[in-house]
């Protein structure tokens, strides 16, 4: 793949110096020390709700009025994300279906630095979960463009696949993953709850028939930017797990699920266990997912088979993004064991 003629006014500040940090040094340190010599700069270091358990140092660089966002490796799991981001936006900019929205998608500057730090260009906004959790105004109100956004870029860039024809790429590779990343559930009882998973989405996904096209994989309030007057989507970032041959459904019921996970306090893993349990998407569910186009009854003859894969993807982008994640107690117990707890007890109750 071609990196984009454009380049940002930025890029002169590339190449970067990436020196192994010493464990233990301040984030801002470290962005500091990446980027010495590169002149007056000033840096902002992203921080995330899992910045523990992640393998990246993620950091805003400005200088004048340009800006980049550089996402640097702490490890190999981090190195990886970034190298396989870098290839989806160089997929998502040489693919001309999405040239209307070309605007919201953040670009590659540069070539690749060493140990795979990514520079692409910042995005214009606010964090769509800012809005989620200001105290005044609906927070569905506030999503309403995201959701709107998926509808039309699923239009360009879908078409209608049997879900059983795809489910090497869109299930196996996922719990393959997600096996090798829990090394808690090789064997015994935790193996027996992996297969029950396995069995729960083949049930779930026979007969559905979901649209194949550009999916993001990790579409949630925090990685769509919005702007205001009028309320519009202006950038959606981290595309690490996107894929232009993906379920395009996941990537609204995803949203939804943290949506209703941040308004709520709800861990994830309980709202889909839920779901898994009652067998019916909430209500509330399906009047955000109306602004997508998408109602989770339509191509499905189980009504949980969009919230189970949409659950899956997400699992498996953590462990993807650091094994950290495999080894937690606390991400395990609420994110994991009640979704193979209900595939279990559905396992238990088959004829």
Known sequence: MKTPAKMSSLSGLLPLYFPRALAGLDDRLRAHWLVRGAGPR???????????????LVFELRHGAG????????DEAGAAVTA??????????????????????????????PEGTLAQT????????????????????????????LADLRAATGRPRKAADRAPAWCEEQLTVLFAGMPGYRSGRRAAECEALRQRL???LTGAVLTEGWTHGDYHPGNVLLGRDPLRVTGVFDWSSGRADGPCEIDAYSFVLALRSTVTGRPLGGLVAETLRTGRV?????????????????????????PLLSWLWHVVNNVRKSPRFGHSYGWLTHTVAPVLGECVRWAGARP
């Open 84 to 113: 396989r981001e870098r290839d989806v936006l160089l997929e998502l900019a040489e693919d001309t279906r999405l040239d209307p929205w070309r605007a919201l998608l953040p670009r590659v500057v540069g070539s690749p630095g």
């Open 282 to 306: 909430p209500d509330a569910d399906r009047t955000l997912l109306a602004l997508a186009g998408l109602d989770p009854y339509d191509g499905v003859v189980d009504p949980v088979a969009i």
């Open 67 to 74: 800006s980049l966002v550089i996402k640097h490796p702490r």
């Open 202 to 204: 083949e049930a779930a």
């Open 42 to 56: 000033d840096i902002t270091v992203v921080r995330r709700p899992s910045l523990p358990k992640a393998g990246l």
């Open 122 to 149: 910042a995005l214009p906004g606010v964090a769509a979960e800012r809005l989620v959790m200001a105290p005044s105004g609906d927070p569905h109100t506030a999503m309403a463009p995201a959701m709107r956004l």
